[in-house]
């Protein structure tokens, strides 16, 4: 099945930093998608961006699909941005999603 | 307390036992997943029920077998595990359709160890 490798897999940042988060993947998809997993269980989707580049406040989003990659900035890091980023893929062969081992991000203030 | 609750806790099976995993959300949403997640490994999503309708991930073997009676409640039968399935367990609970469209809100977990 399609790999999905997430970089780096743990990020410090203090507050107000940038940071940009990756995901690379083995074959073509469907769809890729960004998610936030908050201290509270909550899985929230950040993006749903097969390919392009799309920007929703302090964060945005690119993926190259032709070079099978896919990058998430956070601008002006907040604390409430802290928990783990997950990258998530869907294969041409069906509509379930594979996703890659997240970024676990903790923002100091 | 995200609106959905998963019993057991903590689980510990032999190889040769038939346990389930049971899962209920509160928050009236339409969509129940299950997901694996192993140490040092990626989140698996396993299956998804919307609306009444399955969707599985082939890669998971027929020694899992998911239920969902209704919208609330979802269970995962388990029989003749291999200790490589110890893992967490997840499941979770979305408003919308399959798997990434909307928020998905997650329980606490059933750890599983099979010996």
């Known amino acids: 099945g399609i790999q999905v490798e997430q970089s780096p897999p743990d990020l410090i940042l203090q507050e107000g930093a940038n940071s940009t988060l990756r995901c690379n993947f083995s074959?073509?998809?469907?769809?890729l998608q960004w998610f936030h997993q908050n201290p509270w269980g909550q899985l929230i989707n950040l993006f749903y961006?097969?390919?392009g580049t799309k920007q929703n406040g302090r964060l945005s989003a690119t993926t190259v699909a032709t070079e099978r990659y896919s990058l998430l900035y956070i601008s002006s890091s907040q604390t409430t941005d802290s928990g783990v980023y997950f990258c998530?893929?869907?294969?041409?062969?069906?509509?379930?999603?594979?996703f890659g081992g997240g970024t676990r991000l903790m923002v100091k203030p | 307390e995200t609106g959905v609750t998963q019993t057991p806790r903590h689980l510990v099976m032999g190889m040769t036992n038939k346990k389930s995993l049971k899962c209920e959300q509160h928050?009236?949403?339409?969509?129940m997943y299950w997901y694996k997640q192993s140490a040092k490994k990626p989140l698996e999503l396993m299956f998804v029920?919307?609306?009444?309708?399955?969707?599985e991930n082939n890669s998971v073997p027929s020694r899992f077998s998911p239920e969902c009676p209704n919208s609330s409640h979802l269970f995962l039968h388990l029989h003749t595990l291999q200790p490589e399935d110890s893992a967490l367990y997840l499941c979770?609970?979305?408003?919308?359709?399959?798997?990434?469209?909307?928020?998905?809100?997650f329980g606490p977990g059933t750890r599983l160890t099979v010996l």
């Open positions: 979770a609970s979305s408003q919308g359709g399959l798997a990434g469209s909307d928020t998905q809100y």
């Open positions: 074959d073509s998809v469907n769809n």
């Open positions: 961006i097969p390919s």
């Open positions: 998530a893929v869907e294969d041409n062969a069906g509509n379930m999603l594979t």
């Open positions: 928050l009236g949403h339409n969509a």
């Open positions: 029920y919307s609306l009444e309708e399955r969707v």
